[in-house]
């Protein structure tokens, strides 16, 4: 990956993020005057204030934020009929205007190296977890860098946490975990254009390519009711953005203007910390509630382990799984499978833990996730 959460990254599959250290881009109001203004057929929107943040009306929008005209595609993407159906159909559907559609996207430019990286990446998805697996995937995270930022960052943000925490039942050090293993917040937040990188992916990965149309959709709509020029923005090569590494379609579902500057901003630290605790929240996070639970095993599992299977206490018991301490283990539980050098770990996912897999469909991140919360939290 980037390994992208289901909702609003690359599905499960997507390989892992490639370490680019990287300044966050910053869309202050600065950069967006100084930007041209051409309309996109309609009036500016009407903002209203739904759960903290701006709400598009049905009727009226905001003016597209650039100067952008053309009558005919140009540049990488000249020649591309389907590229020239999604513009009709952002006309058609969404009243954008054409020209400056067609001005857009003949800036658009193809990321050669995101095709070629995925291809390889594409020829290993499937398999069981190699033997170790999860010791390697924890070293990339569980580590000083990680979690010393953590601390850092959550003394210079205790109030915005704090708030967070009081208004979506999210703890603190799950938000951090999040941050910390997303961008390590903010160190890593990418620096592909999120117009070449939606794309690149929406019209030459064919095996994506409907998943990346529809969320180039959804990023023209993003920028619109947002007031942002679609070219500017930075994230990663698959289009995540922002600290907390959205994808456009979760970033207008979830984001949350938290700071109350009328803005959602997922390069400011406080509209992604109420973002991703609004995320979690959206997603079932159960307040109060465990989240991974060590198992006690009895000679070979006969249950399969993963995130699409769930089961009861009592038939985890039956198959001669024991939980490790009291606790609460109500509602779907998953069997989680820890591949260490040298053995493997049996554990209960509770319902919390799949909340966090919503964010990225995979053990390990949510596990990773789940680890560094404990860690930051230890030395808060």
Avoid at 26 to 32: N, T
Avoid at 325 to 345: I, M, V
């Amino acid at each position: 990956m980037i390994t992208l959460p289901r909702t609003h990254r690359l599905p499960a599959e997507a390989p892992s993020r490639c370490p680019v250290r990287l300044r966050p881009l910053l869309l202050g109001s600065a950069v967006l005057l100084a930007a041209g203004l051409t309309a996109c057929s309609s009036p500016p929107m009407r903002v209203e204030q739904t759960a903290g943040r701006p709400v598009q009306s049905s009727k009226t929008f905001r003016a597209c934020v650039g100067s952008y005209h053309a009558t005919q595609l140009t540049g990488d993407y000249a020649q591309y009929a389907r590229l020239e159906q999604f513009i009709n159909q952002m006309v058609d559907t969404h009243g954008f205007e054409r020209e400056y559609l067609l001005g857009l996207f003949s800036q658009a430019k193809r990321k050669n190296w995101t095709l070629n990286y995925l291809a390889k990446s594409d020829q290993g998805l499937k398999g069981r977890p190699a033997a170790g697996g999860w010791s390697r995937y924890r070293a990339k995270f569980l580590d000083e860098r990680h979690i010393g930022a953590g601390v850092d960052f959550a003394r210079r943000h205790r109030a915005a946490l704090q708030r967070a925490t009081r208004q979506y039942g999210v703890p603190q050090e799950y938000i951090l975990g999040i941050l910390a293993v997303e961008t390590t917040f903010g160190g890593f937040v990418g620096n592909h254009r999120v117009l070449d990188a939606l794309t690149t992916l929406g019209f030459d990965y064919a095996r994506r390519g409907d998943y990346f149309r529809g969320e180039l959709e959804s990023y023209l709509l993003m920028a619109r009711e947002e007031g942002i020029d679609p070219a500017r923005p930075v994230g990663s090569f698959a289009g995540a953005m922002g600290l907390g590494q959205f994808m456009p379609s979760s970033f207008r579902k979830w984001a949350v203007d938290f700071n109350g500057d009328g803005r959602r901003d997922l390069w400011n630290a406080e509209d992604a910390i109420g973002s991703v605790a609004n995320y979690f929240a959206q997603h079932g996070w159960q307040a109060g509630q465990p989240v991974a639970t060590p198992l006690r095993t009895n000679g070979s599992i006969s249950l399969e382990p993963g995130l699409d299977n769930s089961y009861s206490l009592s038939s985890l018991q039956q198959a001669g799984l024991q939980p490790v301490g009291a606790g609460s283990c109500e509602g779907e539980l998953r069997l989680l499978l820890l591949r260490h050098q040298g053995h493997d770990q049996y554990l209960i996912g509770h319902p919390n833990f799949y909340t966090i897999t919503r964010y990225n469909h995979s053990t390990y991140y949510a596990m990773a996730v789940h680890e560094l919360a404990q860690e930051i939290s230890r030395r808060l």
